[in-house]
């Protein structure tokens, strides 16, 4: 796999909505590792996120932040974990003194990640953030702001990016193999069991727009190369017992790009699917699983495989050392902050054009 600068380079990828310029990192003693402390100890932290941490070569699990003593001590026995790097939601900002901790990994709903980020910034720690990154363009913008004004690198924790199959694709596509992009399909998602958790609550960031959504926007957005400049949209449930007052069970929309390109994307809490396919005046591409945690795999026009395979948690892994060399080197982040208030823009011109019934521009 290429190096992040070779690959940036080679695919151009999203040239205009990626261009970053690396702040003004206040100096530091120089580290081998960044130690990284995780806020929310749910499941995506348990289950991915720190054994992913047990694999990455330029970053640790140095710390944590919960709000349940039980789960701390779990934690503080099972990854050697000192206990002065242990923080509840209270004291958290106490973090600032601790030069433990280099990065903090906000992992919980999204209606929290706002505050959780400006915290971190304004503790002179540098931020990771799960997606989606918030609920709002306003909110992504005011964690942006944060970050800057502190000298700290944000960057949203968008794996995909970070992995070989996804780079390999877009690289593909951007050298032109199958010419002017004319039609993307892109759909992802799963049926969702649960009626209680933060997905099924709207005031948390819930609906399947900010969560597997974000993963379809990506799939037309990295494979144009472009941002939309309109969206229709249509939403449905099957059980109105959970998703009702506005939030989605399955969203439909049709993007429209400045070249001329179109993409119909789908996502769904009620549907398993999982595919990428790109249309152009030359041939196609097919990715499917497309946003797995592994096991992608592709084929093209010219008698192209792309498949890379690895294990999970090994994305999480790929994109914590990517993001963690970015910092200790001073160089351009795969996903900063700016590509999820991107996605999130588009996310609530979805709402309003599902809600209106009517075409919405971005401009």
């Given at each position: 796999?290429?190096?992040?600068?070779?690959?940036?380079?080679?695919?151009?990828?999203?040239?205009?909505?990626?261009?970053?310029?690396?702040?003004?990192?206040?100096?530091?003693?120089?580290?081998?590792?960044?130690?990284?402390?995780l806020v929310g100890l749910g499941y995506y932290s348990t289950d991915l996120i720190a054994p992913a941490l047990q694999l990455t070569k330029h970053c640790y699990l140095a710390g944590i932040v919960t709000?349940?003593?039980?789960?701390?001590?779990?934690?503080?026995?099972?990854?050697?974990?000192?206990?002065?790097?242990?923080?509840?939601?209270?004291?958290?900002?106490?973090?600032?003194?601790?030069?433990?901790?280099?990065?903090?990994?906000?992992?919980?709903?999204?209606s929290m990640h706002r505050d959780y980020v400006i915290r971190a910034a304004k503790a002179g720690k540098h931020v990771w953030v799960e997606k989606p990154m918030a609920i709002t363009e306003k909110e992504?913008?005011?964690?942006?702001?944060?970050?800057?004004?502190?000298?700290?690198?944000?960057?949203?924790?968008?794996?995909?990016?970070?992995?070989?199959?996804?780079?390999?694709?877009?690289?593909?596509?951007?050298?032109?193999?199958?010419?002017?992009?004319?039609?993307?399909?892109?759909?992802?998602?799963?049926?969702?069991?649960?009626?209680?958790?933060?997905?099924?609550?709207?005031?948390?960031?819930?609906?399947?727009?900010?969560?597997?959504?974000?993963?379809?926007?990506?799939?037309?957005?990295?494979?144009?190369?472009?941002?939309?400049?309109?969206?229709?949209?249509?939403?449905?449930?099957?059980?109105?017992?959970?998703?009702?007052?506005?939030?989605?069970?399955?969203?439909?929309?049709?993007?429209?790009?400045?070249?001329?390109?179109?993409?119909?994307?789908?996502?769904?809490?009620?549907?398993?699917?999982?595919?990428?396919?790109?249309?152009?005046?030359?041939?196609?591409?097919?990715?499917?699983?497309?946003?797995?945690?592994?096991?992608?795999?592709?084929?093209?026009?010219?008698?192209?495989?792309?498949?890379?395979?690895?294990?999970?948690?090994?994305?999480?892994?790929?994109?914590?050392?990517?993001?963690?060399?970015?910092?200790?080197?001073?160089?351009?982040?795969?996903?900063?902050?700016?590509?999820?208030?991107?996605?999130?823009?588009?996310?609530?011109?979805?709402?309003?054009?599902?809600?209106?019934?009517?075409?919405?521009?971005?401009?």
């Amino acid at each position: 796999m290429a190096s992040r600068r070779t690959f940036l380079q080679q695919t151009g990828l999203l040239a205009s909505s990626l261009a970053f310029s690396p702040l003004s990192i206040a100096s530091a003693q120089k580290k081998d590792r960044l130690g990284v402390a995780l806020v929310g100890l749910g499941y995506y932290s348990t289950d991915l996120i720190a054994p992913a941490l047990q694999l990455t070569k330029h970053c640790y699990l140095a710390g944590i932040v919960t709000g349940t003593p039980a789960k701390a001590e779990t934690w503080v026995k099972k990854y050697n974990i000192p206990e002065k790097n242990v923080y509840n939601y209270d004291n958290f900002d106490k973090i600032a003194n601790n030069p433990d901790i280099d990065v903090v990994y906000v992992i919980l709903p999204p209606s929290m990640h706002r505050d959780y980020v400006i915290r971190a910034a304004k503790a002179g720690k540098h931020v990771w953030v799960e997606k989606p990154m918030a609920i709002t363009e306003k909110e992504c913008q005011d964690m942006i702001d944060a970050c800057k004004q502190n000298k700290r690198l944000l960057a949203v924790g968008y794996r995909l990016q970070h992995e070989p199959n996804t780079q390999e694709y877009i690289k593909f596509l951007r050298d032109g193999k199958i010419g002017k992009i004319k039609m993307v399909s892109c759909s992802a998602g799963y049926f969702d069991g649960r009626t209680n958790h933060w997905k099924q609550k709207k005031e948390m960031g819930g609906g399947v727009m900010y969560d597997m959504g974000v993963y379809v926007l990506q799939g037309a957005r990295l494979a144009t190369g472009e941002e939309p400049i309109s969206v229709t949209a249509q939403q449905y449930t099957t059980r109105p017992e959970i998703y009702r007052n506005g939030l989605d069970e399955t969203t439909m929309a049709q993007l429209v790009f400045p070249s001329g390109a179109r993409a119909a994307v789908q996502t769904s809490f009620g549907i398993n699917m999982n595919f990428l396919h790109v249309t152009g005046e030359k041939g196609f591409l097919k990715m499917e699983p497309y946003s797995a945690y592994n096991g992608q795999k592709g084929e093209a026009t010219g008698g192209v495989r792309i498949q890379h395979p690895y294990e999970v948690p090994r994305q999480q892994a790929m994109q914590m050392d990517d993001d963690s060399l970015a910092i200790m080197n001073n160089k351009p982040l795969i996903a900063p902050g700016e590509e999820g208030m991107r996605d999130i823009r588009i996310v609530e011109a979805i709402y309003r054009a599902a809600q209106s019934g009517q075409s919405v521009k971005l401009t």
